[in-house]
């Protein structure tokens, strides 16, 4: 895959520290490895060092060694990241005692290296669920200045190369936000045409906000809502300094078919265009990029997270070790990114 190419080359010419909390995993480790050996990133692994390397020598892992292992629960550190937590979290309630034990979570600990300067990223989920992996994402790490919500991006690669970037969409958000306000909604089609430009080359990321209306055809609160988000990310577009093509209310012909686009949406820089794919609901988002995954046998890459400060990229549960691989390679671009 001539994207995923990319990233890695882009990753190896400035190897970043990417953070593994779940550093007992079978998958987790195993990506590791790969990772390590091929130069990608520098891994940080979280987990006790006699387990972790027990566990490289019964999967045959070579590369290991070139890990740093931080283990939780005896780390010479820990009040160096206790006093960060409760620097952050104090006013929340947060006491002493819990911090304390918070520092021991390996998924607390991983973004306290992440907001610390130790680490630069942060991929987890092979085996916690998403909310587990968010909150202290959401608590440590923050989003980012200008950013109103996080949302989760799937790059879809297309067989035939007809519609967007060479055969490539971006869909957002299918993984964060259930019901975005217009703010939210105008937040995650900046973001979004940013991970299409930064991450996966876009050179030219022309963004749809979708519905299920095209300009005026119908009315409905939700449209109406659409519509603003429309006018709102290009305001923020243009307050950040970017030039992104960023239109509203489009629907999904409208958006990608330029024929249809001439009668429906007849002067837009974007309909008929678009490859950058921004869905009025996470329900929309998420069926989505899932009917075009499996009835038009795209491949879905993601989801990866935008609008925290640093970047956390969470993990399905029955992740393959080669989805951890591109995981970490994501996430060192987001760093390298973030950087710029």
Do not use: W
């Not at 306000?181 to 906000?209: H, Q």
């Amino acid at each position: 895959m001539a994207v995923l190419d990319s990233i890695i080359a882009r990753a190896k010419q400035n190897k970043q520290r990417i953070v593994l909390p779940e550093g007992t995993e079978e998958r987790t480790i195993k990506a590791a490895d790969q990772i390590l050996a091929e130069g990608v990133a520098d891994i940080i692994l979280l987990g006790n060092a006699d387990e972790i390397n027990k566990l490289a020598k019964e999967y045959g892992l070579n590369n290991i060694s070139k890990a740093t292992i931080i283990d939780p629960l005896n780390n010479p550190n820990s009040q160096k990241y206790i006093d960060l937590l409760l620097q952050l979290r104090q006013r929340k309630g947060l006491t002493p005692e819990a911090a304390v034990e918070l520092v021991k979570d390996p998924l607390y600990l991983a973004c306290l290296l992440v907001k610390a300067g130790d680490a630069d990223g942060e991929v987890a989920g092979a085996k916690n669920y998403t909310g587990n992996v968010l909150r202290p994402a959401f608590q440590i790490i923050k989003t980012k200045k200008g950013c109103r919500c996080v949302s989760g991006a799937f790059l879809m690669i297309l067989k035939e190369k007809t519609y967007g970037h060479d055969g490539m969409l971006l869909f957002a958000d299918c993984a964060a936000t259930p019901v975005p306000t217009d703010e939210e909604l105008g937040s995650i089609a900046v973001t979004s045409a940013c991970t299409a430009k930064d991450i996966f080359g876009f050179d030219d990321p022309k963004v749809a906000i979708m519905s299920f209306s095209t300009k005026g055809s119908a009315k409905h609160e939700v449209v109406d809502k659409v519509i603003s988000a429309g006018s709102l990310a290009n305001q923020y577009a243009e307050e950040l300094g970017y030039k992104f093509k960023i239109d509203a209310e489009l629907q999904a012909d409208a958006a990608l078919v330029p024929s249809v686009a001439k009668s429906k949406a007849p002067g837009s820089e974007v309909a008929g265009q678009a490859n950058v794919l921004v869905f009025p609901t996470l329900d929309a988002g998420n069926i989505g990029y899932k009917l075009v995954q499996r009835l038009a046998g795209a491949e879905a890459l993601g989801p990866i997270l935008q609008g925290l400060a640093a970047p956390v990229n969470d993990l399905s549960r029955g992740c393959s070790v080669e989805d951890v691989v591109k995981m970490i390679a994501i996430t060192a671009n987001q760093a390298i990114a973030a950087k710029i």
